[in-house]
């Protein structure tokens, strides 16, 4: 079993010849994210950019390193992969690159006031109960005030060429999700981690079928085999097709869950939530909890191996 590695914060640490890892910290999840800084023939290329806390600042750890940052590229629009690119910018001047369907959510959700009210009326819908919806409003506002993205970035398409790497899709855990890949090289942003698997949740206005993306984006990685991944959280991946393989089987293994959770007895994705990740969750962490079980309830519907029905207020599953 891999042991989570220690984290020295802020301080760019070379990976292999060319590539550095920056870890900036959380208050929250995982208490940590890995940006990387990719070296090319004009400068370094910036994967991700934090969360968008006040300390470490970009520039003092970018003086660490020799060599201009000449773009910046986002892999997914969540808050502690985006949150951090106008300090980035600030402190660079390089340009901003995001896919054009991230940017897109991104703008709706962080450009937005009321996001975490819609939200929460969202889940509402699928059987939250008001007085948590309401905590989950006001920890999204807290939450949204860190988030600094850039507007109009130049927007990239998968298949696309960013400084001799390519840009691939790998939708799932968010619907605009993309890696880079070069030589091998797959620096994967949140699509593949380890020890901890990543979050694929539904979310609304988003993608109807996130884990069947997620499932062929994991089929993918393990056809390209690639040497290495570097990911947003976590350990290095040394044996990507493995690691997907083995997210792939877990996720097979809640789908089987989610659906022994189903009866004729109509319950919604907040009730099965609680089959599926247990009774006693913090409101931040059921949000969560919610949008993956509902993630893995829709995977089921389109499997033809459970039902959804509603009354027109809630959103219901029953066994197929
Ligand atoms: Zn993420």
Same mark, same amino acid.
Request: charged fraction near 25%; charge should be negative; glycine fraction near 10%.
């Given at each position: 079993?891999?042991?989570?590695?220690?984290? &020295?914060?802020?301080? *760019?640490?070379?990976?292999?010849?060319?590539?550095?890892?920056?870890?900036? !910290?959380? *208050?929250?999840?995982?208490?940590?994210?890995?940006?990387?800084?990719?070296?090319?023939?004009?400068?370094?290329?910036?994967?991700?950019?934090?969360?968008?806390?006040?300390?470490?600042?970009?520039?003092?750890?970018?003086?660490?390193?020799?060599?201009?940052?000449?773009?910046?590229?986002?892999?997914?629009?969540?808050?502690?992969?985006?949150?951090?690119?106008?300090?980035?910018?600030?402190?660079?001047?390089?340009?901003?690159?995001?896919?054009?369907?991230?940017?897109?959510?991104?703008?709706?959700?962080?450009?937005?006031?009321?996001? *975490?009210?819609?939200?929460?009326?969202?889940?509402?819908?699928?059987?939250?109960? +008001?007085?948590?919806?309401?905590?989950?409003?006001?920890?999204?506002?807290?939450?949204?005030?860190?988030?600094?993205?850039?507007?109009? *970035?130049?927007?990239?398409?998968?298949?696309?060429?960013?400084?001799?790497?390519?840009? %691939?899709?790998?939708?799932?855990?968010?619907?605009?999700?993309?890696?880079?890949?070069?030589?091998?090289?797959?620096?994967?942003?949140?699509?593949?981690?380890?020890?901890? &698997?990543?979050?694929?949740?539904?979310?609304?206005?988003?993608?109807?079928?996130?884990?069947?993306?997620?499932?062929?984006?994991?089929?993918?990685?393990?056809?390209?085999?690639?040497?290495?991944?570097?990911?947003?959280?976590?350990?290095?991946?040394?044996?990507?097709?493995?690691?997907?393989?083995?997210?792939?089987?877990?996720?097979?293994?809640?789908?089987?869950?989610?659906?022994?959770?189903?009866?004729?007895?109509?319950?919604?994705?907040?009730? %099965?939530?609680?089959?599926?990740?247990?009774?006693?969750? !913090? !409101?931040?962490?059921?949000?969560? +909890? %919610?949008?993956?079980?509902?993630?893995?309830?829709?995977?089921?519907?389109?499997?033809?191996?459970?039902?959804?029905?509603?009354?027109?207020?809630?959103?219901?599953? &029953?066994?197929?």
């Amino acid at each position: 079993m891999a042991k989570l590695i220690e984290h &020295t914060f802020a301080v *760019p640490t070379e990976v292999e010849p060319g590539i550095l890892r920056v870890t900036l !910290p959380l *208050p929250s999840g995982p208490r940590h994210v890995h940006c990387f800084l990719l070296r090319g023939d004009d400068g370094w290329t910036l994967v991700d950019t934090g969360l968008g806390l006040a300390e470490p600042s970009w520039e003092d750890i970018l003086a660490q390193v020799d060599g201009p940052v000449t773009r910046i590229f986002i892999t997914h629009m969540h808050p502690d992969h985006v949150g951090g690119a106008e300090a980035a910018v600030r402190a660079t001047g390089a340009e901003v690159l995001q896919g054009r369907l991230d940017y897109s959510q991104c703008e709706r959700v962080w450009g937005s006031t009321d996001w *975490p009210e819609r939200i929460a009326d969202w889940f509402v819908i699928h059987g939250v109960p +008001a007085a948590v919806a309401e905590e989950l409003i006001e920890s999204g506002h807290v939450f949204a005030d860190f988030v600094r993205f850039v507007w109009n *970035p130049t927007l990239v398409e998968p298949g696309d060429e960013v400084d001799g790497w390519r840009v %691939v899709a790998t939708p799932g855990h968010a619907d605009g999700h993309l890696s880079l890949l070069r030589d091998g090289v797959l620096v994967a942003g949140d699509t593949l981690l380890a020890p901890i &698997t990543p979050a694929i949740g539904l979310y609304p206005q988003s993608r109807p079928d996130p884990l069947g993306d997620y499932t062929e984006t994991l089929a993918a990685i393990a056809e390209l085999d690639p040497r290495v991944s570097y990911g947003g959280h976590g350990e290095t991946i040394l044996e990507p097709a493995a690691r997907a393989r083995a997210i792939a089987a877990h996720h097979d293994d809640r789908l089987d869950r989610t659906e022994a959770a189903l009866a004729a007895e109509p319950r919604t994705g907040y009730d %099965v939530s609680h089959d599926l990740f247990g009774r006693t969750l !913090p !409101p931040i962490q059921r949000r969560f +909890a %919610v949008a993956e079980a509902l993630s893995h309830l829709e995977r089921l519907v389109v499997l033809g191996r459970a039902l959804r029905d509603g009354d027109g207020r809630t959103v219901t599953y &029953t066994a197929a």
